[in-house]
């Protein structure tokens, strides 16, 4: 069954080592089999980075989630706090598990949704674990490389 959407990168953000502030950037560099240049993963100084995984290339959450913690939980949260690295709009993330789809020209592959942890609770000091439980963004694999710029659109491949 194909899955039709047609969603927009929003915002891009990176941070170069593990709880440091997420930096915001205007285009971005994603390198196949690796990721985002500059990025905390990539460079394998990320908190995880102990534990590596192909699907923790490039990190994706969408608005909605955070317009819900608001609503629901009276919780804000900033994109850039998400610790994700790309914020999007109008994208199903937990129905691209086990799918491709493009952001601009490149080509990602959706492994797994993400898991809350209490390492993002502690880090922000706000009640995030039990309002981000299968919300909490996609984990994906770069298939094939390229630039991309808030506003490029997000496709299924």
């Known amino acids: 069954m194909a899955l039709l959407f047609q969603g927009t990168l929003l915002s891009i953000f990176i941070a170069e080592a593990a ?37 923790r290339q490039v990190t994706l959450i969408e608005e909605e ?16 706090e998400t610790r994700r690295n790309l914020l999007v709009r109008e994208v199903p993330l937990n129905h691209l598990v086990g799918r491709q789809f493009r952001v601009g ?10 898991v809350p942890c209490k390492y993002l609770d502690e880090l922000l000091g706000k009640p ?7 919300r909490s963004g996609l984990n994906c694999r770069i298939i094939e490389g ?12």
Not at 147 to 154: A, L
Request: negative net charge.
């Open 19 to 55: 709880s440091v502030e997420m930096e915001q950037l205007d285009a971005a560099s994603l390198v196949a089999g690796h990721g985002i240049e500059g990025d905390r993963y990539a460079n394998g100084r990320g908190t995880y980075s102990n534990k590596p995984h192909a699907d």
């Open 146 to 157: 390229g630039t991309i710029r808030p506003g490029d659109s997000i496709v299924p491949a």
């Open 65 to 80: 989630t955070l317009a819900a913690l608001k609503r629901d939980h009276d919780i804000d949260l900033a994109p850039e």
């Open 105 to 114: 020209s490149v080509l990602l592959y959706g492994g797994r949704l993400n």
């Open 128 to 134: 995030l674990f039990g309002p981000l439980t299968n």
